[in-house]
């Protein structure tokens, strides 16, 4: 076994003081997807929008990573093959615990995006519903996240990941969303044994070979010890 992909979602981050998405309390319990996700929402209320990313840019920038971002980075140093994080998160505690070449495929909190010329660049902690590109000058500038019925990131690459993975974990994601819920299944056509690690089973569980459960700052500790065990 040599090539491992491991997919993260919200609940990697919880215990690190960030809201996952559909749990009890969770940020789609508080907003409307509709109102605060969408390329629609931005064009219909620029400053609702902004505002939903600055208080999120705002958290997560004092967030620190927990044990189970530690555990990962860990794993990607003491390897002797390759491991490839994607994430579907838009903070940064996978590089701030140490992991690296992390495939953002959901976009970051930490960058900026012209939505008129498509340049790329550091976003400021807080956002204007005006906010001007520094090239093209135009007030066009959105928060570099990847909204509902937008293309992820990096799938190309992603899905040549999966296709050559020898193990695939999925890690405190519902399973809710697609792509990424699919991942499982590509990874499986490749031969790629499956392993879910999650508070409590997800929304597709049944397509991993294993289920651990558990918060990510407990389990995903105790996985890598055990691969770094061989
Ligand atoms: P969700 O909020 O849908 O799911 C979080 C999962 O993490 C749930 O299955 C929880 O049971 C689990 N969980 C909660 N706390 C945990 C802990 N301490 N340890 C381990 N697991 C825990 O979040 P995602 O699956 O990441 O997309 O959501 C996927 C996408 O939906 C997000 O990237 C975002 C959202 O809409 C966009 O905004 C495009």
């Not at 990941?161 to 994601?173: P, Q, S």
């Not at 392993?195 to 700052?217: I, K, Q």
Request: charged residues 20%; contains cysteine; glycine residues 8%.
């Amino acid at each position: 076994m040599n090539r491992i992909v491991i997919l993260t979602g919200a609940g990697i981050s919880a215990e690190s003081g960030l809201g996952t998405f559909r749990d009890e309390g969770g940020l789609w319990t508080q907003y409307s997807i509709e109102d605060v996700a969408t390329p629609d929402a931005f064009a219909r209320n620029p400053a609702l929008v902004q505002e939903f990313y600055n208080l999120r840019r705002d958290t997560a920038a004092r967030a620190r990573p927990n044990a189970a971002h530690l555990a990962l980075a860990r794993l990607q140093q003491g390897w002797r093959g390759d491991v490839t994080i994607v994430t579907q998160n838009v903070d940064a505690l996978h590089e701030a615990g140490g992991a690296t070449d992390v495939l953002h495929m959901h976009g970051t909190l930490a960058g900026a995006l012209c939505n008129a010329c498509a340049h790329r660049w550091p976003a400021p902690a807080r956002m204007a519903p005006d906010e001007i590109c520094p090239r093209c000058f135009a007030p066009a500038a959105r928060p570099d996240v990847v909204w509902f019925g937008e293309m992820p990131y990096h799938m190309d690459e992603i899905f040549a990941h999966l296709a050559r993975a020898d193990l695939f974990a999925a890690i405190g994601t519902s399973g809710e969303v697609y792509p990424a819920a699919a991942f499982v299944q590509d990874a499986r056509r490749a031969g790629a044994r499956t392993v879910e690690l999650n508070l409590e089973p997800s929304a597709v569980s049944r397509d991993f070979d294993e289920t651990r459960t558990g918060p990510a700052s407990q389990t995903v500790p105790l996985w890598v010890d055990d691969l770094l065990k061989g």
